[in-house]
């Protein structure tokens, strides 16, 4: 039994000793004791001391293994207030409504009724358009998802780095890691009928949309369970039954093609709009001031989301920019500067946006972000940026860890819950990895299948015509 | 490896989703402002289904009293047709509404369909032809017009990169029904950057379909089928033509009148030499083989109606027949459509060639004002007349060669 019991366990049997030399010396004075006088207060006083010991040593729990059902004793609001202040002070959860839940927990993944607010990290700053409140509303739920989405997305983003380097992916590799609660707050805003249209970092963007692991890494290693059969590669994912229109390679020519697709809302009168991303770099483009032009004119349900990460390529925004407010860059069209580290913020401006956009038409959101990773695989990132900065913008702002530490502060989770969930996303990513290992590669055949969507029996041709010719269905 | 015998000829069903109707050749004589008559003469694979169809030689014989029409005429039907047809059809482009097009191709459609249908633009190519094909990628079917083929170069990267290649990299998710049409080539008098053709240009690339009318009737046929086809297409139309005449045939009238997509048409049959063009310059070739019959050079004209998916079958069947070639366009001669059918038929037909196939094409320098020196930089139809006569081996006397 001794060996387990912990140090300070065992320290205590020192005290324990002398409680009992105590309450021996006590004792033997109790035998002498004249009951007329209150000596008996100290008898009583060691004797409790030496019980209440006994029962602290036997009786406590030495490991932390707090299950969430498990816990007894809830901590009080105070202590979820002293925690807040304790972190990076960007947290103020204003009010739990929750505190009636404090007595009675339930399962974080299915608590959808307690509303929980949210204030975001900064205000927005409008132009031309007065911004929306801080607040932002949420439940337990929402939390929860927000972590696990963006748990999944950055683990797949890490993976897929590795592959790379493995050379299993080939060609170009965009990773979106950093920018993650970009996608996630744009969904939690939006249904599947608005359509998003991006540029080449697309890969959480995909899986935001409802794509699948396997589908993701399927496609960037070129085989035949990918999302566009292995034919498109990294930068043209597609899920066009969840309105996601790709994945595209030119910088800016997405910024067109989204305006043409909130056309498309408008002219059948859809309630919908389209979210057009596009990168600081792409923000200096003129067709894009071209669609926005017509966008105006017309009044398109369209959104322009500039997410500024602050370098395109290899170019600061600075250097690229005279003028690097984009939300301001579109003049007569409001525009919202927004924290895009926060998924709430983005949450929050999404929302926002969908009510002006289908009410006065187009908008700019200036979605201020950061990527870990260079501009691409072959870019390690760091000659035109500090390893400092990418450190610090990890530890002050990470997506990730700000959801994580709203979860601690509602008290919705455990570290070793979130932890488990981390290593489950970690395990869905290796298992997908597997699978799309398993996949074959595209038939040969398929070189000529998808050039037309009706082809009239037209002839094509391979490298060497003699050798090669097929019929385009 | 076979090549099939292109029935270019007279019953030619198209099975598709749409109603097309069944192609016809051209009888009859094809008036033009100058005055030339197209062959009279039945096809030779033909002869024998002649007779079986007394329901079409009856409409021979109204061939005289056949209506006429402009092309300008036969694209606007077009359009008004297929606009009432589908709803998801629209015309977007610079001064296609108010000014009533700049070509008047689009005159009267601001009228009859509004502005959410016949949508003018600022002079921003790059920003419309994109929304156009966004707005394809979303299931609508836009005609995006250039002013002229020329201002396409300013959004070539979303007729190639957004449109063509979307269903290829979609791997067939994202398919783009759109047309992109207007003018190509050269006009008169235009200057250098008015006046290029892009038929080779558009012709190179996978995805796309590029057709090129002459006749109002390809011009009618040819842009409903487009406007139907559910990937992007290049409709490559001519300037000069769009106030020429050209009899029309009842079918043609018809709403659900319209022609296969790659498939050339043999203008008139021959038996000594294959002369191929498109657009304008099939009329310079139909003038070139009426001197050239005087000579006793009996020449076959083909129209090739598509620059992308080139007909190559009846390209080939034609040069077995004859057994030589000239190829005739007004672009820019390297890497033109001339090169590619010359590559095509030595690939595919060398040991029938009697003669090197002749090229005739745009000089090879951008195109000059002076009207003279137009006239120098474009082909005429003496330069036809001069490449068949070498291709046949007449006496011509040769030029030193540069």
Redo the contacts between chains.
Sequence with gaps: MWKHLPLWKLLSTVELSTSITKSKAIFSSALNFDYSKPHYIKFFSSGLYFIILFLFLFFSDPSPNLTFQSLQQPKTTTDAMALARRSSGLLKPLSTASSSSLLQRRPFSTDDTTTITVETSVPFTGHNCDPPSRSVDTTPKELMTFFTDMAFMRRMEIAADSLYKSKLIRGFCHLYDGQEAVSIGMEAAITKKDCIITAYRDHCIFLGRGGTLLESFAELMGRQAGCSRGKGGSMHFYKKDACFFGGHGIVGAQVPLGCGLAFAQKYRKEDHVTFTMYGDGAANQGQLFEALNMAALWDLPAILVCENNHYGMGTAEWRAAKSPAYYKRGDYVPGLKVDGMDAFAVKQACKFAKEHALKNGPIILEMDTYRYHGHSMSDPGSTYRTRDEISGVRQERDPIERIRKLIFAHDLATEKELKDIEKQARKEVDEAIAQAKESPMPDESELFTNVYRKGYGVESFGTDRKELRATLP | ?AIGVASFNLLQPVIGNYFCLIDENMWGIIRQNVGVTGGLSSQGLGNHMMRLRPVASAMRNYSSATKEMTVRDALNSALDEEMAADPNV?VMGEEVGEYQGAYKITKGLLDKYGP?RV?D??I?E???????????????RPVIEFMTFNFSMQAI??VI??AAK??????????V?IVFRGPNGPAAGVGAQHSQCYGAWYGSV??L?VLVPYSSEDARGLLKAAIR???PVVFLENELLYGESFPVSAESLDSSFCL???KAKIEREGKDITITAFSKMVGYALKAAEILEKDGINAEVINLRSIR?LD?ATINASVRKTNRLVTVEEGFPQHGIGAEICASVV?DSFGYLDAPVERIAGADVPTPYAANLERMAFPQIEDIVRAAKRACYRSVPMSATA
Aim: hydrophobic content about 30%; proline content about 12%.
């Design positions: 490896m629209f959410e949508v633009t600022p921003t790059a920003g419309f032809a994109g929304i156009g094909v966004g707005a394809a990628y979303h299931g609508l990267d979303h990169n957004s979307s269903n290829y990299m979609s791997a067939g998710q994202i398919n029904p996978p995805g379909k086809d559910p990937d296969p997509i790659g998916p190559r690939e």
